[in-house]
């Protein structure tokens, strides 16, 4: 499994690229999930080259499409980020779909998302990228049933999934259900956990992104409420993720989350050898 980090992890914190690039390395990430805003101010310039010298890639931008907003502003945004992705060399931009939960989403804002979603994926699809919709609350793709739909719908082949494991699971969905009904659609991972269900709501945007906002209630990746050492057995080997860390101790958390990650894929991966070995 390629393992990145993400640069929204340090939203707060006063750090330059650089920095950030080696820490990841040094740390033994694969590579930066690069947040929208952050790429927009570093500006233009071949920065995947850049990336490369480190041994680093960034495999997707993430960032939020104006989905209801007129044709001309959500193609001008699109055609920026897709530039901005190209100069990093990153081959998916993720987003939201919507900013309203499918339950209380009319047919007719439903169909708008859905045209503007294939719309965008097109674009993309025209420069060899990818559009990945997140699951997530709050949005149409917020329980397995409405995002499979949405796929349906848009009916793109460059538009696939960010698979948010537990953002699936606080939506009410099984993770585990839920990634076999949408597998052939899933082309990433975002990896988080949380003490316990009432917890969820630091995961809300509001929260996030404010300063003082409530971090009690994050937890290692192996220590809150989903359970990940059984949902990473489903996975491919090859499969890509990032580590999704919004709370504190970025410096000490990010790096024993990836070890801890590295040491259960590698026994998943131990375990396979020797069955084939048995069978063999």
Not at 113 to 128: I, P, V
Not at 199 to 218: C, H, K, S
């Amino acid at each position: 499994m390629r393992v990145s980090l993400c640069t929204i992890s340090f939203r707060h914190h006063l750090l330059s690229i650089g920095e950030i690039a080696r820490f990841a390395r040094g740390s033994g990430f694969d590579g930066i999930e690069l947040w929208g805003v952050h790429a927009r101010n570093l500006g233009p310039g071949d920065h995947g080259e850049w990336l490369a010298a480190y041994g680093l890639r960034v495999p997707m931008l993430s960032d939020y499409l104006p989905l209801d907003a007129p044709p001309e502003a959500l193609m001008e945004r699109t055609a920026g980020l897709c530039r901005l992705a190209r100069q990093w060399r990153a081959p998916r931009l993720r987003t939201f779909a919507g900013t309203k939960g499918s339950a209380t989403t009319s047919p007719e804002e439903r169909a708008l998302m859905t045209t503007r979603l294939r719309e965008s994926a097109s674009h993309l699809a025209d420069h060899g990228m990818r559009l990945l919709v997140e699951t997530h609350p709050d949005t149409l793709a917020d329980t397995a049933a409405s995002l499979m739909r949405l796929l349906e719908e848009v009916d793109h082949p460059a538009l696939k999934v960010n698979f948010d494991a537990l953002h699936v699971w606080e939506g009410g969905d099984d993770p585990l259900a839920a990634h076999d009904g949408l597998a052939e659609h899933i082309d990433y991972y975002h990896l988080k956990n949380v003490r316990a269900r009432p917890d969820l709501g630091v995961f809300e945007p509001a929260n996030v992104y404010a300063a003082a906002g409530r971090r009690d209630g994050m937890t290692g990746l192996f220590e809150g409420a989903l359970d990940y050492r059984s949902f990473l057995d489903a996975l491919d080997p090859n499969a890509e993720a990032s580590l999704e860390w919004f709370g504190d101790a970025c410096f000490s958390v990010l790096p024993t989350d990836l070890l801890a990650l590295r040491d259960v894929t590698a026994r998943r991966r131990n375990a396979l050898g020797f069955q084939m070995d048995i069978a063999g």
